[in-house]
């Protein structure tokens, strides 16, 4: 066997290979607010990372059924082995009050865009969140504690307010770092954050919210 032929032949194996292989994972899928109600447009934020780089986002789309929501997103990825994160956005209309179960579906094909169809997925994971009736909702007023502040590895903060709230911790760039449910009564935060400023927003469940500087020594 000469070695053109050879390198053909490996050439091949390879494309095959990468053409069915699963390239992407699901890391987390989140939703703001973490508490919608029925008046809220609600962005859906799906963190996914790649095998290879890199990996430009082809087509994606979401799809309300009832109480599920369909969603997916196709990626191209190239040719260098390195991890290669992406973060897509959805945006939900305002929704019935009720349950609801999104499924969402990752794929990825070779690039350039448009490129080659996902043969299998290669993740899929879902969440499940409520919407609240604004209607239910009574007029409260906001109390609550959030200490310490610096603070090393955790904020402890006790909600005293009638209903739970959605924390969303962000960095100076605006790029969101932490988030956690805040439910009434003492709640410990455990962020593991890196020395510095933060911005801190809780959003209650009535629509309501407090913006807090925090400090990380």
Same mark, same amino acid.
């Given at each position: 066997?000469?070695?053109?032929?050879?390198?053909?032949?490996?050439?091949?194996?390879?494309?095959?290979?990468?053409?069915?292989?699963?390239?992407?994972?699901?890391?987390?899928?989140?939703? +703001?607010?973490?508490?919608?109600?029925?008046?809220?447009?609600? /962005?859906?934020?799906?963190?996914?990372?790649?095998?290879?780089?890199?990996?430009?986002?082809?087509?994606?789309?979401?799809?309300?059924?009832?109480?599920?929501?369909?969603?997916?997103? +196709? +990626?191209?990825?190239?040719?260098?082995?390195?991890?290669?994160?992406?973060?897509?956005?959805?945006?939900?209309?305002?929704?019935?009050?009720?349950?609801?179960?999104?499924? +969402?579906? /990752?794929?990825?094909?070779?690039?350039?865009?448009?490129?080659?169809?996902?043969?299998?997925?290669?993740?899929?994971?879902?969440?499940?969140?409520?919407?609240?009736?604004?209607?239910?909702?009574?007029?409260? /007023?906001?109390?609550?504690?959030?200490?310490?502040?610096?603070?090393?590895?955790?904020?402890?903060?006790?909600?005293?307010?009638?209903?739970?709230?959605?924390?969303?911790?962000?960095?100076?760039?605006?790029?969101?770092?932490?988030?956690?449910?805040?439910?009434?009564?003492?709640?410990?935060?455990?962020?593991?954050?890196?020395?510095?400023?933060?911005?801190?927003?809780?959003?209650?469940?009535?629509?309501?919210?407090?913006?807090?500087?925090?400090?990380?020594?």
């Amino acid at each position: 066997m000469n070695m053109k032929y050879t390198l053909l032949v490996s050439f091949l194996v390879l494309s095959f290979s990468l053409s069915f292989s699963q390239f992407g994972s699901i890391n987390s899928i989140i939703i +703001h607010p973490l508490i919608p109600n029925d008046t809220d447009t609600i /962005t859906v934020l799906v963190d996914q990372t790649f095998s290879y780089s890199s990996c430009d986002l082809d087509t994606k789309g979401i799809n309300v059924q009832n109480n599920s929501i369909i969603s997916y997103s +196709h +990626h191209c990825v190239g040719m260098l082995t390195a991890l290669c994160n992406a973060k897509d956005t959805f945006q939900l209309g305002p929704l019935l009050a009720g349950t609801y179960t999104l499924f +969402h579906t /990752t794929t990825s094909g070779m690039a350039p865009a448009p490129c080659s169809p996902g043969i299998v997925p290669d993740d899929v994971d879902t969440l499940q969140f409520e919407v609240v009736s604004t209607s239910g909702l009574e007029i409260q /007023t906001i109390s609550y504690e959030l200490y310490p502040n610096p603070s090393i590895d955790q904020f402890i903060i006790e909600n005293s307010s009638k209903g739970s709230a959605s924390l969303m911790i962000y960095d100076v760039k605006g790029k969101l770092v932490h988030f956690q449910l805040i439910n009434k009564g003492k709640n410990i935060v455990n962020h593991f954050l890196n020395k510095g400023i933060y911005i801190g927003e809780l959003e209650f469940i009535n629509g309501e919210y407090r913006v807090i500087k925090l400090v990380v020594k």
